[in-house]
T-cell receptor, first 115, second 113 residues
């Protein structure tokens, strides 16, 4: 079974630009979550999509947005980039196992550098 | 005070040692506890998860949860150089549905031959 894929893997942008990152979950997984990982703040939850609906949202400004398509693929968008947005952006897909345990699998991430 | 505290290390041990990695937390609503391993330039990989207080074993790994003390641990027996990675604890108030994990900052582990 293929894992979670993220594109692009590396990206360099300048302040003020916008960026769109893509995530393809594991086949059959309907939940996709996005995280930001930085040395200063660690791994922080951005938002989660389930069946094309945003189900949960972390504490990030409105410049960060996302969406999920009918095939469960997801995109996240960051508008008006700031230097502090430089980070590893991770996508994870998950499913609810029998018994209620949520099993989550991460992609390799997109490393974004804002200059 | 952060909701989840984790010593960043680095923790350096010789091959074959028993490793103890720990996290403390302040939110008593956390019920679901996870440990991830993250190699350099890779995404985190789920190692173990548990709901309840007590121990859960999987091969060389043992996860321990003490809800009364708000303290969780991951033990690695017979550590190998391939175990060198950053280990992140994570916890959530609910395992399914509204799953929003809160992560520790991660502990860097170095196992030297």
């Amino acid at each position: 079974k293929a894992g979670v894929t993220q594109t692009p893997r590396y990206l360099i942008k300048t302040r003020g630009q916008q960026v769109t990152l893509s995530c393809s979950p594991i086949s059959g997984h309907r939940s996709v979550s996005w995280y930001q990982q930085t040395p200063g703040q660690g791994l922080q939850f951005l938002f989660e999509y389930f069946s094309e609906t945003q189900r949960n949202k972390g504490n990030f400004p409105g410049r960060f947005s996302g969406r999920q398509f009918s095939n469960s693929r997801s995109e996240m968008n960051v508008s008006t980039l700031e230097l502090g947005d430089s980070a590893l952006y991770l996508c994870a897909s998950s499913f609810l196992e029998v018994g209620g345990q949520e099993t989550q699998y991460f992609g390799p991430g997109t490393r974004l550098l804002v200059l | 005070q952060k909701e989840v505290e984790q010593d960043p290390g680095p923790l350096s041990v010789p091959e074959g040692a028993i490793v103890s990695l720990n996290c403390t937390y302040s939110n008593s609503a956390f019920q679901y506890f996870m440990w991830y391993r993250q190699y350099s330039r890779k995404g985190p990989e789920l190692l173990m998860y548990t709901y309840s207080s007590g121990n859960k074993e999987d091969g060389r790994f043992t996860a321990q949860v003490d809800k009364s003390s708000k303290y969780i641990s991951l033990f690695i027996r017979d550590s190998q150089p391939s175990d060198s990675a950053t280990y992140l604890c994570a916890m959530s108030a609910w395992p399914g549905g509204s799953y929003i994990p809160t992560f520790g900052r991660g502990t860097s582990l170095i196992v030297h031959p």
